[in-house]
């Protein structure tokens, strides 16, 4: 198992900037990639960024450039920066993190942390 706790999240008027912190517990040897997503409300949950184990990143097209996607393995966290906020943003951000074992994929969610982007 693992547990996953999310931080950093708040208001902040457009144009500003937060960062989010995930950190993990439990079984962590073993996950291979850590993600953020988003669920703003009446909106399906959509992929914010992705960092994998070897170190690689991916992004939403409609973050690239604005969003940093970053990790501490010693501390076991992994950070989402965001710049340039817009108010379309506004919604619950969720941190997941995919283990593989023997072939088999899990997936642990965070409970989310809410991020509000005034206008």
């Known amino acids: 198992q693992v547990q996953l706790v999310e931080s950093g999240g708040g208001l902040v008027q457009a144009g500003g900037s937060l960062r989010l912190s995930c950190a993990a517990s439990g079984t962590i040897f073993d996950i291979n990639a850590r993600s953020w997503y988003r669920q703003a409300p009446g909106k399906q949950r959509e992929l914010v960024a992705t960092i994998t184990s070897g170190g690689s990143t991916n992004y939403a097209d409609s973050v690239k450039g604005r969003f940093t996607i970053s990790r501490d393995n010693a501390k076991n966290t992994v950070y989402l920066q965001m710049n340039s906020l817009k108010p379309e943003e506004t919604a619950v951000y969720y941190c997941?993190?995919?283990?593989?074992?023997?072939?088999?994929?899990?997936?642990?969610w965070g409970r989310g942390t809410q991020v509000t982007v005034s206008s």
């Open positions: 997941k993190v995919r283990r593989t074992t023997l072939g088999v994929d899990y997936d642990y």
